[in-house]
T-cell receptor, first 114, second 111 residues
Framework: DAGITQSPRHKVTETGTPVTLRCHQTENHRYMYWYRQDPGHGLRLIHYSYGVKDTDKGEVSDGYSVSRSKTEDFLLTLESATSSQTSVYFC?????????????FGQGTRLTVV | GQQVMQIPQYQHVQEGEDFTTYCNSSTTLSNIQWYKQRPGGHPVFLIQLVKSGEVKKQKRLTFQFGEAKKNSSLHITATQTTDVGTYFCAGDTGTASKLTFGTGTRLQVTL
């Protein structure tokens, strides 16, 4: 498996609290992505990064922000968690732009907002 | 925006039967990727198709990219219990550094 680690693996948080999920890679890949996975929706892109401090929005970015201050770390922040953000979150990395290169996924973070 | 749909959403087969999942995009794709996710696991890359009409095989799995580059299929011959999981296609329009994933087809195989 590619060197990609997500933390925490599980988290329960209360509505209205901020939450930060971390994705750490040891592959030195340029591109990093955050997805959420919900039944019936497949994988939906939240935000992605194409380099240090270079990020862009995906299809479901409302309520989420990201930061990438160094190549190996990509942080996803839920500014004020809501129950609709209960989901499984996956980080992915790719060496080239995702359409041209294989994406490697982390193990996922199961987030429950109560 | 781009939409990628997969059918069926779920299929249950007996071991040894064949299985096919279909992927359809609302827009023309520059290429398409397929991923498999085992229950409780994370998506794992299977293959990428780039050319119109391309067909690729991996043992019992056959992947096809449509002539118009708007659809794709994955066919598994003689399924085994190890094939259990959800299969996702993911399409790239070539205009951004991201893929649009299909909704997935969950395959259940029983003895």
């Amino acid at each position: 498996d590619a060197g990609i680690t997500q933390s925490p693996r599980h988290k329960v948080t209360e509505t209205g609290t901020p939450v930060t999920l971390r994705c750490h890679q040891t592959e030195n890949h340029r591109y990093m992505y955050w997805y959420r996975q919900d039944p019936g929706h497949g994988l939906r892109l939240i935000h992605y990064s194409y380099g240090v401090k270079d990020t862009d929005k995906g299809e479901v970015s409302d309520g989420y922000s990201v930061s990438r201050s160094k190549t190996e770390d990509f942080l996803l922040t839920l500014e004020s968690a809501t129950s609709s953000q209960t989901s499984v979150y996956f980080c992915a990395i790719s060496e080239g732009r995702q359409g041209n290169a294989e994406a490697f996924f982390g193990q996922g973070t199961r987030l429950t907002v109560v | 925006g781009q939409q990628v749909m997969q059918i069926p959403q779920y299929q249950h087969v007996q071991e040894g039967e064949d299985f096919t999942t279909y992927c359809n995009s609302s827009t023309t794709l520059s290429n398409i990727q397929w991923y498999k996710q085992r229950p409780g696991g994370h998506p794992v890359f299977l293959i990428q198709l780039v050319k119109s009409g391309e067909v690729k095989k991996q043992k019992r799995l056959t992947f096809q990219f449509g002539e118009a580059k708007k659809n794709s299929s994955l066919h598994i011959t003689a399924t085994q219990t190890t094939d259990v999981g959800t299969y996702f296609c993911a399409g790239d329009t070539g205009t951004a550094s991201k893929l649009t994933f299909g909704t997935g087809t969950r395959l259940q195989v029983t003895l």
